[in-house]
């Protein structure tokens, strides 16, 4: 089995501190910007980043569903991890800095234990491109969200 990495990035006209906040709320912001991959969310603990538990559907494909519970911890500023408990699959979500003032850099990177044989083949070419669209989808929300005064 090898590990599958999916990652991608934007730049947003926020402050980091801003960006990373909305991303941290669980139980308010985060649910706005989900496409419509993600279903049946719920916030089961917490809500506002460290010891948040929340759970969802992920349509990767037609189909390809995966069912999240995810366990979210703070490890460093900047810096949200979303653990599956019903899979391999680690999120991570790091602000940082932009290129200007008032910009944040947002990195979103999930692995996961991928399958091994053919269908590993397939899903190490073609996996991390598909979720790489669907948290650019998330994270274009999240720009409009907070170019529009959050």
Not at 59 to 76: G, M, N
Not at 126 to 136: E, M, N, Q, S, T
Request: proline share 3%.
């Amino acid at each position: 089995m090898a590990q599958v990495e999916a990652t991608t990035q934007r730049e947003i006209a926020a402050g980091p501190d801003e960006v990373f906040d909305a991303l941290a709320d669980y139980s308010g912001t985060r649910a706005e910007l989900l496409p419509a991959h993600f279903s049946e969310y719920e916030v089961r603990e917490g809500g506002d980043g460290e010891g948040t538990v929340v759970h969802w559907r992920l349509q990767a494909t037609s189909k390809r569903v995966r069912d999240c519970l995810l366990d979210v911890t703070e490890p460093a500023d900047g810096e949200l991890v979303e653990k599956d408990r019903n899979s391999s699959m680690v999120t991570t979500w790091r602000v940082t800095p932009g290129s200007e003032e008032k910009m944040a850099r947002v990195t979103v990177t999930s692995v996961w234990n991928g399958a091994g044989g053919i269908g590993g083949f397939f899903e190490r070419t073609f996996a991390p491109k598909g979720l790489a669209r669907i948290y650019d989808e998330v994270l274009e929300r999240l720009a409009a969200k907070m170019e529009q005064g959050g």
